[in-house]
């Protein structure tokens, strides 16, 4: 199994400014995602992080909107840069260790 | 584009009766499929997951697999009132999961 922790666990901005949330678990994992779960809708994959290389985007998410950081096999960060409304969701880290863990989210309201 | 249709629901089955939840998904080369329950608030948690054609059973839980039709589904046999949450489809592309948006399943006592 895979603990994971995300900070914060919840947070409201003001549009315009940016918001880095961080992901810890207790093991070392290769592949760390990060989801974004908009209200009432499933979860929608941002991007891949993998340590010691570019983190991969899906359709529709960009580096300068979304950058990541996984400068180890325990740890990523995902920065919501320039914040509107429209980016108010839950953020999910999940990471595969034998099956897919997903961290406990950051919820994120923008004003 | 890589996608998982669910029937959003809300399902509504008397406690103790078979809650069938079902999904489709479009890339054929999927290998790998899994249900995920989601609690309101809470983060998902995964059920069972299925790799080959045919049944897969665990406890009260039943995923079924069709390839060529490209059809997973999940039954809960006994239904309980605890059983009530949003049940997520997901599909392995190899590497992360796509989701589907998930059935309401409501279980009344």
């Known amino acids: 199994s895979a603990v994971i922790s995300q900070k914060p666990s919840r947070d409201i901005c003001q549009r315009g400014t940016s918001l880095t949330i961080q992901c810890q678990v207790d093991?070392?994992?290769?592949?760390m995602f990060w989801y974004r779960q908009q209200p009432g809708q499933s979860l929608t994959l941002i991007a891949t992080?993998?340590?010691?290389?570019?983190?991969?985007?899906e359709s529709g998410f960009v580096i300068d909107k979304f950058p990541i950081s996984r400068p180890n096999l325990t740890f990523s960060t995902l920065t919501v840069s320039n914040m509107s409304p429209e980016d108010s969701s839950i953020y999910l880290c999940?990471?595969?260790?034998?099956?897919?863990?997903f961290g406990p989210g950051t919820r994120l309201t923008v004003l | 584009q890589k996608e998982v249709e669910q029937n959003s629901g809300p399902l509504s089955v008397p406690e103790g009766a078979i809650a069938s939840l079902n999904c489709t998904y479009s890339?054929?080369?999927?290998?790998?499929f899994f249900w995920y329950r989601q609690y309101s608030g809470k983060s998902p948690e995964l059920i069972m997951f299925?790799?080959?054609?045919g049944d897969k059973e665990d406890g009260r839980f039943t995923a079924q697999l069709n390839k060529a039709s490209q059809y997973v589904s999940l039954l809960i046999r006994d239904s309980q009132p605890s059983d009530s949450a949003t049940y997520l489809c997901?599909?392995?592309?190899?590497?992360?999961?796509?989701f589907g948006k998930g059935t309401t399943l409501s279980v009344s006592s």
């Open positions: 999940s990471v595969i260790n034998n099956e897919q863990f």
């Open positions: 093991s070392q994992v290769t592949m």
């Open positions: 992080a993998n340590q010691g290389s570019e983190a991969t985007y």
């Open positions: 890339d054929r080369g999927s290998q790998s």
């Open positions: 299925i790799y080959s054609n």
């Open positions: 997901a599909v392995s592309t190899g590497t992360a999961l796509i």
